[in-house]
């Protein structure tokens, strides 16, 4: 059977092990294939492809369900599941979605993105199903790394307290082996467990004992005195804890060996309870560049196959925000012993890997735990140190109580820098850092900001890590406009201070971090129909500079703001809010991502379907306000 023949995943079931060799190959072969041109996750879904063919050999998919956690590893998924044809689309605007997505598939159960909801959906499902009196089965899979999240873990402890809901949870480690067996004995009791009937796991050690080879009933001396069941010899010391969390536990298993996990997966379905099944498994499988660098190839721009290496862009780009504040971090930690560089899983995404590398003793990785890295936070600077918490716009969101509990009423000085805010492109909906303005706003004795370019980041940063209470410094994803940068003596700014950047008596432009750029693009070009714009840098969100611009708003009564953020409850929103509690009452123009899911496609052309390119925007200005055209037509410069 050919690949691009399955429109269908229970067209693999009853196929021989070879011939789901030969299916795998074919997946690797495509996956590598799109991935390389398109870019996109490549090591998850490479070390998942048995473990994939093998779990779908035990179910139907027309009834049985299946929740992949974050699904960055979901590419075989896609690829046997109808989506072969369109899979060159991958990541593109109006293509295939990079994750997981119910609207594109329905064997796309549950929709995903962030880390360790899969058992919690996966739990909710057969919960459900158990209510409706339906016999279907539900499995949730989920990766080393996201079982370190708290939600994870709640689900478990859950899940083990209903021992009359059958629900499988398949642990794919693709990391290290977290306890691999030891011995003979562990091998061969494992075996025993998988076995039916498994009743005499329940009896006594010594009785369990006597039934096995070369043992028998000369009962070693070692083994006579422990208490307990056989439970506890069977398994490795991970095992024993969700044991004792109520799961019966499986492996670990070798996540290639197709026949070995069918095998498994059949006798975990027929426990009908909760079960973990632990698959070790190579991430990058197949590909040897990845498997020898699985941080690297976690996900990658395109490249070529035959070297690994990524195809250099035409044109050199500037320095990123996420290095500039990597190396900005980096030089301030060595001046000061205080502060400390948290991340979340998340040290080469947010520049903290210069942290790890250099200062190892001030860096602090805490895996996929947003809620504990801020509380965390929060305890530290009760006691003197300077944390610094570096999360993307998009995770920080699950860590709302503890902004406002732990942190905002207690007015802590701990610094936040929100990578990914605003647009990021081709991830889609999941990880657009959209909505950070709206939920810090809220938010008490925080201080919000934003930078117009790379210097005015390190002066931010250096402001941040002063303050004596909380701050957030929002940056956007990838290249800096390439303004010169200090090595050190940044200076501060005033807490609160905007700046005029351009005088102009037509209309006022407010912008908001990466929007101040757009603004002086969007500016020229209404200085080209002889429209002069006054542009004003905001600088921060929270306080507003209204000494600056109220005055402004009096003189020019027509109000521009512009943000990279959801217009619910942000930016623009906080300047009409202050406009109307001063009992100004003037037209006032909002440009920003309007209440809209913002899906996968390049920023350019996200930004192109929001109206957000200046051209569009000067356009907007010019017929909100009803100001006077020349004959020139607006274009970009």
Not at 60 to 89: C, M
Not at 307 to 314: D, Q, V
Not at 365 to 392: F, R
Request: some cysteine; glycine content about 10%.
């Amino acid at each position: 059977m050919l690949l691009s023949e399955l429109s269908h995943p229970n067209q693999l079931l009853g196929l021989t092990v070879s011939q789901l060799e030969e299916i795998a190959s074919q997946i690797r072969e495509r996956h590598l294939e799109v991935v390389s041109t398109s870019g996109g996750h490549l090591g998850p879904g490479l070390g998942v492809v048995e473990l994939t063919l093998a779990l779908y050999q035990t179910l139907d998919l027309d009834i049985d369900k299946v929740v992949w956690d974050v699904g960055h590893q979901a590419y075989p998924h896609k690829l046997i599941t109808g989506r072969f044809n369109e899979f060159d689309s991958l990541r593109q605007q109006k293509g295939i979605a990079g994750y997981l997505k119910r609207t594109e598939s329905i064997f796309d159960h549950f929709g995903a993105g962030h880390a360790s909801t899969s058992i919690s959906a996966a739990l909710g499902m057969a919960i459900a199903r158990d209510r409706k009196g339906e016999d279907h089965k539900c499995v949730a899979v989920i990766g080393d790394g996201a079982l370190t999240g708290g939600m994870a873990l709640e689900a478990i402890n859950h899940a083990g307290h209903l021992p009359n809901t059958p629900l499988v949870v398949v642990l794919n480690d693709n990391d290290m082996s977290i306890s691999p067996p030891v011995g003979a004995l562990s091998t061969y009791l494992n075996k025993v467990r998988l076995s039916p009937p498994l009743q005499f796991l329940s009896d006594s050690v010594q009785e369990s004992v006597k039934n096995i080879p070369l043992i028998g009933k000369d009962i070693p001396e070692e083994l006579k005195n422990i208490k307990g069941s056989v439970r506890r010899l069977a398994v490795p010391k991970v095992g024993a804890v969700f044991e004792e969390l109520g799961f019966t536990y499986m492996g670990p298993i070798d996540g290639h060996d197709i026949s070995n996990l069918i095998n498994t997966f059949n006798a975990a379905h027929r426990l009908k309870k909760p079960v973990m099944v632990h698959v070790v498994t190579t991430k990058g499988k197949g590909y040897p560049y990845a498997e020898a660098d699985q941080v690297g190839y976690h996900a990658q721009s395109s490249f070529d196959l035959t070297t690994g290496k990524s195809i250099p862009s035409s044109k050199p780009k500037p320095v990123s925000y996420s290095k500039i504040f990597g190396q900005t971090l980096l030089k301030i930690c060595e001046q000061d012993s205080k502060v400390i560089g948290i991340t979340a899983a998340m040290a080469t995404g947010t520049g903290l890997d210069l942290l790890q590398k250099n200062i190892p003793e001030q860096y602090i990785d805490v895996g996929i735990a947003e809620q504990h890295a801020v509380t965390l936070a929060a305890g530290m600077s009760c006691d003197g140190l300077k944390p610094v918490v570096a999360i993307y716009s998009t995770f920080l969101q699950r860590a709302f109580d503890q902004l406002i509990h732990d942190v905002g009423i207690q007015n802590l000085p701990v610094s936040f820098v929100l990578d990914r805010a605003g647009i990021v492109g081709a991830d889609g909906p999941t990880h657009q850092g959209q909505y950070d303005i709206s939920y810090m706003r809220a938010i008490p004795n925080f201080v919000l900001m934003a930078p117009k370019d790379e210097a005015e980041l390190q002066r931010m940063l250096i402001t941040s890590i002063n303050h004596k209470g909380p701050t957030a410094l929002r940056i956007p994803r990838g290249s800096g406009l390439g303004v010169a940068v200090m090595d050190e003596g940044w200076e501060p700014l005033r807490i609160g201070e905007g700046e005029i950047l351009e005088e102009g008596d037509d209309v006022l432009i407010i912008a908001y971090g990466s929007m101040v750029h757009a603004a002086t693009e969007t500016a020229n070009l209404l200085k080209n129909r002889g429209i002069s714009a006054c542009i004003v840098n905001a600088r921060f969100v929270r306080p507003i500079d209204q000494d600056l611009i109220i005055p402004l708003v009096r003189k020019l009564k027509k109000v521009v703001t512009m943000e990279e953020g959801t217009l619910v409850g942000g930016f623009g929103s906080a300047i009409v809010e202050m406009l109307n509690d001063n009992e100004i009452n003037i037209p006032v123009l909002r440009i920003g991502i309007p209440d809209v899911l913002v899906d996968h496609a390049s920023p350019d052309q996200s930004k192109e379907k929001l109206g957000l390119k200046p051209d569009q925007m000067a356009e907007k200005i010019i017929n909100k306000f009803n100001l006077v055209k020349l004959n020139s037509k607006i274009t970009v410069e």
